[in-house]
């Protein structure tokens, strides 16, 4: 982590794009992007420098958390290399699109339906599919025509191998895109398959952590000291780990999100005096969450100076325009390519960043941020969890709800009562409130 800022061959093709490194590279004039017209600038704005990033944030001790594993192989005993994404992809898409136009569809109805589901689903489904199908394999059965209890046995397998409930759905959802039906149902919607899942929920209750396994304040806090400051000294490393985790904790938005973002002309902004910050993801992004009405990423400027006070100084340090300005006149320098961020070590200096590479990035920023306060770095940290933190953040700070669900791309606020609202409050392992 030290030396590569980006591992992989993940890239994404991108036209070269050179910035001045001057200050008055893109966007800083203050002018409006073309075709965006003033509404932009009426946005609402998330994260505030009350709410994510507020002032006041004493030092809380949190306990750490327990790494998250992936199940064990196959109960077949046997270890089941994992394909390519790619390989797996298309055999997965040939094989529903198969039974779909065997069902009498057009392959222009095909190509439609099967763009219905996420390329992140869609590579999910495939992956599940060859690891059932591998497990007919070795029991001769038929993955596409074998009966019911086939599934059932194999679903068994996977929930003694230690499974939760929700991973079992998805196995069972990626069966039922390529099973043909049963009795003109699709599996999943088979009685004793349904009784299954309800056994395996009762059997294994989900167990939803209520407290953060990593407390925000010791990362902001660490933030505002070096290396991360003064900002203009810092690293290429460490700009680059902190203005994504500060993208990411006062936009709400998933690392592919974040990946999609661009730093043409047309897609970056900067109001005037850098007061806020606006982005717009590259043409022909379609989020995990399509929405009827998508909306430009509006970042909102922490105590710009002149400074009144100390406070307002350490404020700053925190802020996610300065940090987005200061890394795009730095990254002009490398970069290869128009997409906000990229690669800053060896040997894909300049190219794309991938999503696994920004999801690594904030998991370093975050644990950095710990061994720099002498404190152990926490366990099972995960990039997505930051959503979960910021959004529970901004609902004790009284941003409404509507806003929060707006920004995160929730369609209810359900979803956040029911995944990702976190006690912030309580520190784990103790009853001491904080302020």
């Given at each position: 982590?030290?030396?590569?800022?980006?591992?992989?061959?993940?890239?994404?093709?991108?036209?070269?794009?050179?910035?001045?490194?001057?200050?008055?590279?893109?966007?800083?004039?203050?002018?409006?992007?073309?075709?965006?017209?003033?509404?932009?600038?009426?946005?609402?704005?998330?994260?505030?420098?009350?709410?994510?990033?507020?002032?006041?944030?004493?030092?809380?001790?949190?306990?750490?958390?327990?790494?998250?594993?992936?199940?064990?192989?196959?109960?077949?005993?046997?270890?089941?290399?994992?394909?390519?994404?790619?390989?797996?992809?298309?055999?997965?898409?040939?094989s529903e699109g198969a039974h779909l136009v065997a069902s009498g569809l057009s392959t222009e109805v095909v190509e439609t339906i099967l763009q219905s589901r996420a390329p992140s689903t869609r590579k999910l489904y495939a992956l599940k599919w060859k690891l059932f199908t591998s497990w007919c394999g070795h029991r001769q059965q038929d993955p596409v025509n074998c009966p019911v209890g086939a599934v059932l046995e194999f679903l068994q397998d996977r929930f003694s191998a230690g499974l939760a409930h929700s991973t079992l759905r998805v196995y069972l959802a990626a069966i039922s895109a390529y099973h043909a039906p049963l009795g003109g149902l699709s599996v999943g919607k088979d009685p004793l398959v349904v009784r299954f899942l309800r056994g395996a929920l009762?059997?294994?209750?989900?167990?939803?952590?209520?407290?953060?396994?990593?407390?925000?304040?010791?990362?902001?806090?660490?933030?505002?000291?070096?290396?991360?400051?003064?900002?203009?000294?810092?690293?290429?490393?460490?700009?680059?780990?902190?203005?994504?985790?500060?993208?990411?904790?006062?936009?709400?938005?998933?690392?592919?999100?974040?990946?999609?973002?661009?730093?043409?002309?047309?897609?970056?902004?900067?109001?005037?005096?850098?007061?806020?910050?606006?982005?717009?993801?590259?043409?022909?992004?379609?989020?995990?969450?399509?929405?009827?009405?998508?909306?430009?990423?509006?970042?909102?400027?922490?105590?710009?100076?002149?400074?009144?006070?100390?406070?307002?100084?350490?404020?700053?340090?925190?802020?996610?325009?300065?940090?987005?300005?200061?890394?795009?006149?730095?990254?002009?320098?490398?970069?290869?390519?128009?997409?906000?961020?990229?690669?800053?070590?060896?040997?894909?200096?300049?190219?794309?960043?991938?999503?696994?590479?920004?999801?690594?990035?904030?998991?370093?920023?975050?644990?950095?941020?710990?061994?720099?306060?002498?404190?152990?770095?926490?366990?099972?940290?995960?990039?997505?969890?930051?959503?979960?933190?910021?959004?529970?953040?901004?609902?004790?700070?009284?941003?409404?709800?509507?806003?929060?669900?707006?920004?995160?791309?929730?369609?209810?606020?359900?979803?956040?009562?029911?995944?990702?609202?976190?006690?912030?409050?309580?520190?784990?392992?103790?009853?001491?409130?904080?302020?």
């Amino acid at each position: 982590s030290t030396g590569a800022g980006c591992h992989g061959t993940d890239v994404a093709e991108a036209s070269s794009v050179r910035f001045s490194p001057d200050r008055s590279a893109p966007g800083s004039s203050g002018e409006g992007a073309p075709g965006r017209g003033p509404s932009s600038f009426g946005s609402p704005v998330l994260a505030g420098p009350s709410m994510v990033l507020g002032p006041g944030f004493p030092p809380r001790r949190l306990s750490m958390g327990d790494s998250h594993q992936e199940g064990p192989p196959l109960a077949s005993g046997r270890h089941h290399p994992s394909p390519s994404p790619g390989v797996v992809e298309v055999v997965g898409v040939a094989s529903e699109g198969a039974h779909l136009v065997a069902s009498g569809l057009s392959t222009e109805v095909v190509e439609t339906i099967l763009q219905s589901r996420a390329p992140s689903t869609r590579k999910l489904y495939a992956l599940k599919w060859k690891l059932f199908t591998s497990w007919c394999g070795h029991r001769q059965q038929d993955p596409v025509n074998c009966p019911v209890g086939a599934v059932l046995e194999f679903l068994q397998d996977r929930f003694s191998a230690g499974l939760a409930h929700s991973t079992l759905r998805v196995y069972l959802a990626a069966i039922s895109a390529y099973h043909a039906p049963l009795g003109g149902l699709s599996v999943g919607k088979d009685p004793l398959v349904v009784r299954f899942l309800r056994g395996a929920l009762r059997l294994r209750p989900p167990v939803r952590p209520r407290v953060p396994t990593w407390d925000l304040a010791v990362v902001l806090e660490a933030l505002c000291r070096p290396p991360f400051e003064p900002i203009a000294e810092s690293s290429d490393r460490h700009l680059s780990v902190k203005t994504v985790l500060l993208l990411a904790l006062t936009s709400l938005k998933r690392v592919g999100d974040l990946q999609a973002l661009s730093v043409a002309p047309s897609h970056l902004e900067f109001a005037p005096g850098m007061a806020k910050a606006f982005l717009y993801p590259r043409p022909g992004y379609v989020p995990k969450v399509p929405s009827s009405a998508p909306r430009p990423v509006v970042l909102q400027a922490f105590c710009p100076p002149p400074f009144r006070d100390p406070d307002q100084q350490k404020l700053n340090c925190m802020c996610p325009v300065r940090a987005l300005d200061t890394y795009v006149h730095r990254a002009a320098l490398w970069r290869n390519s128009d997409q906000l961020f990229v690669c800053y070590g060896p040997p894909n200096r300049g190219l794309p960043a991938s999503k696994h590479t920004l999801s690594r990035w904030i998991v370093d920023a975050i644990s950095l941020a710990y061994e720099l306060s002498g404190l152990p770095s926490p366990l099972g940290v995960k990039a997505h969890s930051t959503r979960g933190i910021s959004a529970s953040k901004a609902f004790m700070s009284g941003v409404p709800m509507q806003d929060i669900c707006d920004a995160a791309g929730w369609s209810t606020p359900l979803t956040f009562v029911r995944f990702y609202e976190l006690d912030l409050r309580v520190a784990p392992g103790s009853s001491v409130l904080s302020a």
